[in-house]
């Protein structure tokens, strides 16, 4: 098959056979949470794996069909990648038809130096890279590829290993960069349905290129987030709607649940609303719901 036959294939499949998992999840996505505006100038942010390409052709589409206008900058910041995938990535922008912009960089270098948390500091480092890159180009967003997985397993992170309740937003506005945002368009597509598109359409991307990760099994370190993927895996085989049910669960926050809540500026403990008239904290049989009792 011809290189612009593939490239149709691939646009194709996104529109037809996977209209209902992906499209639609991406433009439910952007129209839910307000991602773009009329007049945006978005740097869709490329590493090279099946997420950021997706995401990159589904901004491509959407550009093409929106009556929203505005522009996009495809940009692939190379943190230090082997001529092999720095190769694989530029191919397979060729084939989808994605005029990429590469900006070199020596992330992967400094991060390796680190002697705690390279991962933690290289994500760092990669995220003000990209903000000033994009700022260079005249951009007011970067897009990012993470999905619905990704918030999920946040989520269970944060109660695991960090005692707090947060996710991933689906936008956020910079704190280091004025005026610039980021979003997030796969916030409601999960990552099964982008392996099946890619799998459909013959496309192999990199997976993980950092050199810390050269020779390991999947291509990534031994993590957390790796274990969060196997628990929600087992927790699939018992009730395939966990993914949905966790990420709905943050949404639908009742704070006269809660024993504590931070804004991340201001705490609010129950106690110095409790004894307030009109307060949210009374009895309304959720215990014995929860604990089977009549």
């Known amino acids: ?5 593939r490239c149709l294939q691939a646009e194709r499949s996104i529109q037809k056979k996977y209209r209902k998992s992906i499209w639609n999840k991406f433009v439910g996505g952007l129209k839910d949470y307000e991602m773009i505006q009329e007049g945006d100038r978005i740097a869709v942010c490329i590493s090279g794996g099946k997420d950021s390409m997706l995401l990159a052709k589904c901004m491509q589409l959407l550009q093409r069909y929106s009556p929203t206008r505005f522009q996009l900058t495809y940009l692939v910041m190379d943190p230090g990648y082997s001529p092999e995938n720095r190769a694989r990535i530029e191919e397979n922008a060729a084939l989808l038809g994605l005029p990429v912009t590469v900006e070199e960089t020596n992330l992967f270098q400094a991060a390796e130096a680190a002697e705690k948390s390279p991962c933690y500091l290289c994500a760092r480092m990669r995220r003000g890279c990209l903000y000033r890159l994009a700022r260079e180009h005249g951009c007011n967003k970067i897009a990012l590829g993470h999905h619905l997985d990704d918030v999920v397993e946040t989520v269970l992170l944060s109660m695991f290993y960090g005692a707090e309740m947060k996710t991933m937003m689906p936008k956020l506005h910079s704190s280091h960069f004025p005026g610039m945002e980021l979003i997030r368009p796969l916030y409601l597509v999960k990552e099964a349905d982008i392996v099946a598109w890619a799998r459909y359409n013959g496309l192999e991307f990199i997976r993980c290129a950092c050199r ?83």
């Open 212 to 294: 810390l990760t050269a020779g390991t099994a999947e291509g990534v370190l031994d993590s957390k987030r790796q274990e969060m993927k196997a628990l929600l895996a087992e927790l699939r085989k018992r009730n395939p709607s966990v993914d949905w049910n966790i990420f709905h669960s943050f949404h639908n926050v009742n704070l006269g649940t809660l024993v504590g809540y931070t804004t991340g500026r201001e705490d609010f403990p129950f106690l110095a609303e409790y004894s307030r008239p009109g307060s949210p904290y009374c009895s309304l049989g959720e215990e014995a719901s929860f604990s089977g009792e009549n």
């Open 1 to 5: 098959m011809e290189q612009g036959e």
